[in-house]
Every structure is written in structure tokens, then in C-alpha cells.
């Protein structure tokens, strides 16, 4: 029997690497080795290649080409593919930044309001799939994932940097919220439901359950042995709705607690 083949970008990053080693066995991967701004390169590669599904997962949190990279070269690349691939499916990694903050519940209905230039590149390539959907020969989605960690993320992520924060005793601000944390290896079987199922729109990845930050810095700290300093003035919240996701079979979410532990 043939595996189905799956094309990724930004194959070297954390998430996209979990996802590989805990599928590798339900797809055929080729993995694009190169940055995607240059379209002739991806054009000349991926013209020698076919495959079913593809996850556009590259992109970069900051920086003076963050639009470059996240929004232009994600149109160029949908719309080359649409136009000369073909391919059954196109899940976009975009971001639960697009929405903002709001002390409720975000559902894949609420009203998107980024307030980071990393969230604008994200919803504006949304932006362009919504308005261009029927002209798709694909399905597409769009995963707007929540928070996760990894105990191999580097610095730049909210617990990673935390430790750090916590370890040169300085003092850690803005955590005092609420948002939401989901294990790495639920948010790799979350993509893989949403494939095999060519969920078409966005859908949430997320736990659906929220979590202060300030209780996340205080378990950290037991584990390094050192009392961290916290800001306790009160920031911004960010939480999701997981009801599209539970219906596509993801009931089960590992508590937080669990998560952390691999830091050990």
C-alpha cells in the first residue's frame, strides 16, 4: 500500500519535527530545504515533486522582514501551487495572535484583531485565503495554534525564557494572565486530524482550557530551586475554544503539569 506524500516547509523547526518523528510511519515527507522567499527555488524543486497534502509551517517571529517572509512569500507559494500543482490539500500554520486579546473564550467565528506584527503577517495571509476560497483547486485550511512548549524550544519562548528570567533572578513581567497551553505531541495530532479529515477553514489548536502564567513561572521555579520575581500587575488574556477541534476526534489534552515536567 502507498503512503500518501506530504510536502512541508520549515521542516528544521521544533514543531514540525515532532510532527515528522510521530508520523513518519502515515506519510511519505519531502522536505523543503530551502528559505521560501526565493519562489524560482521552490518553483525549479517542486516541480520534480508529487505530493497530497502540504503543510506551510516556515515562518519567522520577528524582525524587519517579518511581512516578506510570513505574507508574501505565503501568497506567492499558494498561489504557485494553485496554479500548477496538484495537490489534494494545503493546511496554512497560522496563529491564535491573530485574534488579539479578550477575556473571553476565542472561537474560529471571533472577530481577528492582532496586535503583533507577527499576528498581522499571519491574518493577512488568512485575509488572502478567505477571499480567494473558491478559486482554490485544493481544500485549505488554516490551524490557528495556541500556545505549546517543547523542552527543546529555544530562547524566545515564553518558558524557556522564563527559566532563564528565573535563574539570573530578574524580574518577569506580563504574566500575570490567562492563556492557553496545549503539549506539543497533541498539537502534531491535532494536524494530522485535520488532514486526514481536509478540514476546510480555520480551526483552533488548543486545549481549550486556560491557564495563568504566573502559576507556570512558580512551578519553574521549583524546578530550578529559586524563587522567581513576578510583576504581579495584570496583562492580557488569550484562550481558546477547541469545539471544532473535539469534533473532529481530539477529546484528550495533556494537563500542563505534564508539559513542564520534560524540563526536568
Known amino acids: 500500500m502507498f503512503k500518501k506524500t506530504l510536502c512541508i516547509t520549515g ?25 521560501i522567499e526565493n519562489l524560482n527555488d521552490f518553483k525549479n524543486w517542486a516541480s520534480k515533486k508529487k505530493f ?39 493546511l496554512f500554520i497560522s496563529t491564535a495572535h491573530v485574534y488579539g486579546f479578550s477575556k473571553k473564550k476565542f472561537n474560529e ?23 480567494n476560497k473558491s ?34 533572578r530578574k524580574k518577569i513581567e506580563n504574566i500575570n494572565c490567562y492563556r492557553d497551553f496545549i503539549d506539543i505531541d497533541d498539537v502534531c495530532s491535532a494536524i494530522y486530524k485535520i488532514l486526514k479529515n481536509n478540514y ?16 507556570i513561572a512558580k512551578y519553574m521555579s521549583k524546578m530550578v530551586n529559586k524563587t522567581p520575581i513576578i510583576d504581579k500587575k495584570r496583562a492580557l488574556d488569550l484562550f481558546g475554544d477547541n469545539s471544532k477541534l473535539k469534533a473532529l476526534g481530539l477529546n484528550k489534552f495533556r494537563p500542563v503539569n505534564k508539559i513542564l515536567n520534560k524540563f526536568n
Open 11 to 35: 521542516h528544521k523547526g521544533v514543531l514540525a519535527k515532532n510532527f515528522i518523528k510521530k508520523f513518519n510511519k502515515s506519510f511519505k515527507f519531502y522536505y523543503y530545504p530551502q528559505r
Open 52 to 90: 497530497n497534502y502540504f503543510i506551510h509551517n516556515a515562518a519567522i517571529f520577528k524582525g524587519k522582514n517579518i511581512i516578506k517572509v510570513n505574507k508574501t512569500s505565503s501568497i506567492n507559494l499558494i498561489k504557485y501551487l494553485n496554479k500548477y500543482k496538484k495537490t489534494d490539500y494545503f
Open 109 to 131: 467565528n471571533s472577530k481577528r484583531k492582532p496586535k503583533s506584527r507577527y499576528g498581522l503577517s499571519k491574518k493577512q495571509v488568512e485575509d488572502f485565503i478567505i477571499k
Open 135 to 168: 478559486r482554490f483547486n485544493f481544500k485549505i485550511g488554516m490551524a490557528r495554534i495556541f500556545n505549546f512548549t517543547h523542552h527543546l524550544q529555544k530562547e524566545g519562548h515564553f518558558v524557556p525564557d522564563v527559566i532563564k528570567k528565573i535563574k539570573k
Open 200 to 215: 476546510n477553514g480555520p480551526i483552533n489548536i488548543c486545549s481549550g482550557k486556560k491557564i495563568n502564567l504566573v502559576s
